[in-house]
């Protein structure tokens, strides 16, 4: 097929293409007059007509030896063109042998040019330097795969090692089902968050539910979003509702009662859990609305992440309905993920329990389970004692050690030990021993647990406790008052007088004060209710000439981005943001040092999500926490039995909650008593039974648990990987000639950040990921991490992804013609060269990719059929290039069809011949990994009952799928450019 234009004039009946809008089909022309044209395009149904002189059309001219379909449906080989008034007779035979002539305005017009050689004979040809960002798209999706933290560099997220190592570990397990239990302020969500956004990039997770308490539906929301660019849906009963069409709770109850019969035919049809694959809901959602959770269990779920896993009480007599609950969905569940700060702290038949619910098969005998647990004492023991032990020299294992070790190590790993120990050093022998005995541990397969003592970087917490004396008069009417009223006095100042609260409450005007005296600190106040927050925001800015922002459930996602956005500017933004309880979820301040607690949650564990706002890694200097309060109220006995009882402002307080649970009938009541003598020795028992809760935690600690659940060596090299890649500047380069080639606006924001904006001449209607609005971007992490207004922008980024799949799955760049002034090349040299990719389709789990690294291929041929590739790099070759108007491109196609179809014979036999060569070594690296991985574990399962046998049986079928997959690989053309020296 070959292509001219408007040289060869219009006729009625001949075939053209549209350049522009290529997908129409094959067009005929209807009509010429006036200096118009118009063409007909029957595939698709539309007319278009153009200006003669600037007509974007092709001329449509099959070539002998090319098929061509009748508009029937009849297929034929053409052996001759006759050219009739300036229309075409294609004469043929078909597979029948039978002769067959086709006018060229009877062609079959469902035609696509979308392969590289149908596209440049039909005269689409593309710019030059587009075939080079095409090469550059397959190239850097081919490397960024073969990546070790494929999946783990997209979120936006600091890299710390604990967190990285945990993410890694987990999500390379097929359906993973684990607890993790890091400390407060450690990032379970965000190890949640990696190890989901992992399994969701390489296709192990398609279907995941998150369930959560209902205070922490909005934090893990805008975790999702934020950080890991994941859209959740949040379902509640006016969404459900919603989604099948219902008004009301009242007619959502009349509906359950008309299909209770047939829960199933109901799921079928109006499920809203099947309504998208990701979502979040409450566990109060799914324990008091029996039909809901029906609904939840039919569903089907790659994973389930359940938070504050530790409020699942269960007894072996008598479980939780909340229990039930999750054991019932972690049943359907083929992953599950487990959160929660305290594994041990409600003892260990609760620490049984959520064990037990992620392998029922392994943990079904509490008894035996306590007795395991007292049985890797010594093991632990003998770790610690192999840490102190290591020496850099060479030698032999010592003989108590050795004898030590032979209790749990067969005995050729043992010889394996004592060779190293002498060939090497007494720290590597002993490293590794270490390795091998942490891989027996008992719950060190399912249960991930770093702590403060283990991971660094943790700022000291000082308090600042100001008191505020009233009068007797307002003491003694404070006192009258329950414990709400006391805690949040607002309501009390707004009924004393006709003015505002805001102009009495001497806490108001204590914080102007300390702002006045403070104002280059960066504050955050958090109180209890958004009204209170509004209040407080308007006196300061318009009263007192603060710098504020406000940040409450009232606002959009876009206004709380703004708010938080406007706080963290260093030089021009807020000096104040003031937080209503919201304020304490899902958004991380610490690059402020300040806080005020405007009121006292009564919940221990409140108090410490508020304070870890600013108390986390990342924070730089000393968190100061500062709390005014009413002299002589229950403000100051729950500050007293916060500070004095629980040690609760200045330490992170894991046991908070067990101890509030202890003392909650007690505490409540003495908060509003006169009783002091009372309350004094109620802090005095808080203080006792919180130390000795500490005491036996901290005796408790499983020192061969948190070495399980971080590996310096191992986490560092995951960071450092990280780290190299936020520095390369290929994707800032990459992504602005994507920015020049789509025709997408972009300014400088600030130094490595843009502004993007959709333009006018925008190639697509619509860029994947680009608002109407505009985006702002970064690439740098730091300042993604304090700028939530930005988006990170990263090789795993949904506006990167999806305009590299806009690119490398459409026509875009996959055939150019330029030319180029080379003086080792004589002029007239046709030059051609062509990308190939090795194609194999096969299900998006098995991650095929990973064991083909060359699965881009380019052949730069002359025309004497020599290549070129090793000489002249693709880099070097596009800059020297230039470009040819598109008509002399077009006719130079024409006249040199049969040469470059030649070179494009001639180029697919040099890749051919590496098909088999590639797959064979794409099959060797599957069978080395797998077959490695699956010896490990089968070894493994010897040694500890808490490898799954489902985990082998599916790196087998997965080792087995990958073989028959890669079997059927071929090498596939995708782009062409011609080249002509001059």
């Known amino acids: 097929m070959r292509k001219s234009q408007l040289a060869d004039g219009f006729v009625i009946g001949q075939r053209w293409i549209s350049e522009s809008e290529a997908d129409l089909g094959l067009g005929i022309v209807l009509d010429v007059s006036n200096r118009r044209l118009t063409l007909s395009f029957p595939a698709a149904g539309e007319r278009r007509t153009y200006a003669m002189d600037n007509a974007p059309v092709s001329r449509v001219k099959y070539e002998v030896g090319e098929k061509v379909r009748h508009q029937d449906g009849t297929k034929m080989v053409i052996t001759d063109v006759v050219e009739q008034a300036g229309c075409l007779l294609y004469i043929g035979v078909t597979k029948d042998e039978e002769a067959l002539s086709i006018p060229e305005f009877e062609l079959d017009s469902f035609v696509q040019f979308s392969t590289p050689r149908d596209r440049l004979f039909a005269g689409q040809i593309d710019k030059h330097d587009h075939f080079t960002l095409r090469y550059q798209t397959l190239h850097y999706q081919n490397q960024h795969r073969q990546s070790p933290m494929f999946g783990l560099a997209g979120p936006r997220v600091q890299l710390l090692p604990h967190q990285l190592y945990i993410a890694s570990e987990v999500s390379q397990r097929h359906a993973p089902r684990v607890l993790l239990a890091d400390e407060v302020g450690l990032g379970k969500t965000i190890e949640a968050g990696l190890v989901l956004h992992q399994q969701l990039m390489s296709g192990r997770v398609q279907r995941a539910l998150i369930v959560v308490p209902a205070?922490?539906?909005?934090?893990?929301?805008?975790?999702?979003?934020?950080?890991?660019?994941?859209?959740?849906?949040?379902?509640?009963?006016?969404?459900?509702?919603?989604?099948?069409?219902?008004?009301?709770?009242?007619?959502?109850?009349?509906?359950?009662?008309?299909?209770?019969?047939?829960?199933?035919?109901?799921?079928?049809?109006s499920n809203p859990f099947e309504t998208a694959q990701l979502i979040i809901c409450s566990l109060d959602f799914l324990t008091k609305n029996n039909y809901r959770y029906e609904q939840a269990v039919q569903a089907e779920w790659d994973l389930l992440l359940v938070d504050e896993a530790h409020h699942l009480q269960w007894s072996e007599k008598k479980p939780s309905k909340a229990y039930n609950c999750i054991e019932g969905l972690a049943k359907k569940s083929k992953g599950l993920l487990l959160l929660t700060a305290t594994p041990e702290q409600l003892g260990l038949e609760s620490h049984f329990a959520r064990l037990r619910l992620l392998d029922p098969d392994r943990y079904y005998d509490l008894e035996k389970f306590i007795a395991e647990q007292k049985a890797y004492q010594p093991l632990n023991e003998l770790v610690q004692e192999l840490l102190k032990q290591q020496q850099d020299a060479a030698g032999a294992i010592p003989a108590k050690l050795l004898k030590a070790l032979a209790d749990y190590l067969p005995k050729e790993t043992l010889n394996e030990l004592q060779e190293k120990a002498e060939s090497q050093s007494l720290a590597v022998a002993l490293d590794t021993a270490v390795d091998y005995l942490l891989d027996r541990h008992g719950t060190g397969r399912v249960l991930f647990r770093n702590t403060r003592n283990s991971v660094a970087g943790f700022p000291e917490r000082k308090l600042h406790a100001h008191q505020l004396e009233l009068d007797a008069e307002d003491t003694q009417a404070l006192q009258a008052l329950s414990l709400a009223a006391q805690v949040c006095a607002e309501q009390y100042w707004q009924q004393k007088t006709d003015t505002d609260w805001w102009l009495q409450d001497p806490r108001v005007t204590w914080l102007a004060e300390w702002l006045r005296q403070h104002r280059r600190k960066k504050t955050v106040v958090i109180c209890a209710n958004a009204d209170s927050a509004q209040s407080i925001e308007e006196f300061l800015r318009l009263r007192k000439g603060f710098t504020t922002a406000v940040f409450h459930e009232g606002l959009s996602l876009i206004e709380r981005d703004r708010a938080a956005a406007y706080f963290a500017e260093a030089d021009d933004g807020a000096q104040v943001l003031i937080c209503s309880e919201i304020g304490s979820e899902g958004r991380n301040f610490q690059f402020a040092q300040d806080l005020v607690l405007f009121d006292l949650p009564t919940n221990p564990d409140l108090l410490e999500q508020r304070i870890g706002r600013l108390d986390r890694i990342g924070q730089t200097a000393t968190v100061n926490i500062h709390v005014p309060y009413y002299q002589h109220s229950a403000q100051e006995k729950l500050l007293n039995w916060y500070h004095q009882g629980l040690n609760a402002f200045e330490k992170t307080c894991a046991i908070g909650q067990a101890v509030y649970v202890q003392f909650a009938e007690q505490l409540l009541p003495a908060l509003v008593s006169h009783d002091e003598p009372a309350f004094a020795q109620l802090v005095q028992e808080t203080r006792a039974f919180a130390t000795n809760l500490v005491e036996q935690l901290q005796q408790g600690r499983d020192r061969l648990l948190e070495l399980n659940s971080c590996k310096p060596t191992q986490a560092q090299a995951l960071v450092d990987v990280l780290a190299e890649n936020d520095v390369n500047a290929a994707l800032p380069n990459y992504m602005e000639q994507v920015f020049d080639s789509f025709g997408?606006?972009?300014?400088?924001?600030?130094?490595?950040?843009?502004?993007?904006?959709?333009?006018?001449?925008?190639?697509?209607?619509?860029?994947?990921?680009?608002?109407?609005?505009?985006?702002?971007?970064?690439?740098?992490r730091q300042q993604a991490l304090s700028r939530e207004d930005m988006q990170f922008l990263s090789w795993e980024h949904p506006l990167v992804i999806g305009a590299q799949d806009l690119i490398s799955l459409s026509e875009f760049g996959n055939t150019a013609l330029c030319t180029l002034k080379l003086p080792p090349l004589k002029p007239g040299t046709l030059l051609l060269e062509a990308l190939f990719v090795l194609h194999c389709p096969a299900p998006t789990e098995l991650q095929l990719f990973r064991y083909m690294p060359q699965s881009l291929l380019r052949v730069l041929l002359d025309d004497k059929g020599k290549d070129l590739s090793g000489v002249l790099g693709i880099n070097q070759f596009s800059k020297l290039l230039q470009k040819v108007p598109r008509n002399n491109a077009q006719d130079l196609v024409r006249h040199a069809r049969p040469t470059l179809t030649t070179m494009v014979q001639k180029a697919e036999e040099i890749t051919a011949a590496k098909q088999s060569e590639l797959i064979a070594e794409a099959q060797a690296k599957v069978s080395e990994q797998l077959n490695g991985e699956l010896a490990r574990m089968k070894a493994l399962k010897e040694v500890n009952p808490n490898v799954r046998q489902q985990e082998i049986d599916y790196l087998q079928q997965r080792l087995s799928a990958s073989q028959h997959f890669l079997s059927q690989a071929k090498i596939r053309l995708d782009a062409l450019r011609v080249v002509m020296t001059i």
């Open 215 to 269: 205070s922490l539906q909005h934090q893990w929301l805008v975790e999702m979003l934020r950080r890991f660019n994941l859209a959740f849906t949040l379902l509640d009963e006016a969404r459900c509702n919603a989604l099948v069409g219902l008004d009301s709770v009242e007619e959502s109850v009349d509906y359950v009662d008309d299909f209770e019969d047939d829960i199933e035919k109901s799921a079928d049809t």
């Open 744 to 780: 997408i606006d972009y300014e400088k924001h600030s130094e490595k950040s843009l502004v993007l904006h959709p333009s006018d001449h925008m190639r697509v209607a619509e860029f994947p990921g680009l608002p109407e609005s505009g985006l702002t971007i970064t690439y740098d």
